[in-house]
């Protein structure tokens, strides 16, 4: 029968090990923890680049169908009116693709004027951003604005196709893959 039995000596350093295991384990834990963190911010700041960039996108889409109006200069009644322009004999696109919000990920929350008809839009999202000055000169007013709500991309505010603004992001940023 076999059973443990002391060498002789007792130890002096009984638990040593198992102390510097969980002092690495907790040190790890740190690490990890802070480059969460900094991967967090990253992210929420790339998707404030998007949202400017979409934002934009969006309102010179809606100044553009405003002022291409045939006769009476209107407003579109829906976002799907920016994508394939019936109004004229040969459709006209005044925005590539809609875009979601992407703050929230979702719908946006539209702006519409007495007549009902889209003049701009926001993101329905209250969270604070990070970014707090050094916008666009078409987007100053956004400096110090408390959430993502404030941001209002309207029609009358956007430059002229070509003009400065922000750069659009990266074609991973846009979900899109070579």
Do not use: C
């Amino acid at each position: 029968m076999a059973a443990f039995m002391p060498s002789g000596k007792p130890s002096n350093e009984a638990g040593f090990t198992y102390l510097g295991v969980l002092f690495l384990i907790m040190v790890m834990g740190m690490g990890l923890a802070s480059a969460g963190e900094l991967w967090s911010s990253a992210s929420r700041r790339d998707r404030e680049r998007q949202l400017l960039w979409v934002g934009t996108q969006y309102a010179q889409a809606l100044r553009s169908y405003y002022r291409s109006s045939p006769g009476l200069a209107q407003y579109p009644k829906e976002l799907a009116d920016l994508l394939q322009d019936e109004r004229f004999p040969n459709a006209r696109h005044h925005i590539r693709q809609l875009y979601p919000d992407p703050i929230g990920g979702g719908e946006w929350t539209l702006m519409r004027g007495f007549d009902g008809r889209i003049t701009g839009l926001f993101s329905p999202s209250t969270d604070t951003p990070l970014k707090q000055a050094d916008f666009p000169s078409q987007w100053s007013d956004f400096t110090g604005m408390a959430s993502y709500k404030d941001w209002q991309f309207v029609a009358e505010k956007a430059f002229i196709e070509g003009a400065s603004g922000p750069k659009s992001p990266s074609r991973s940023a846009q979900g899109v893959t070579p």
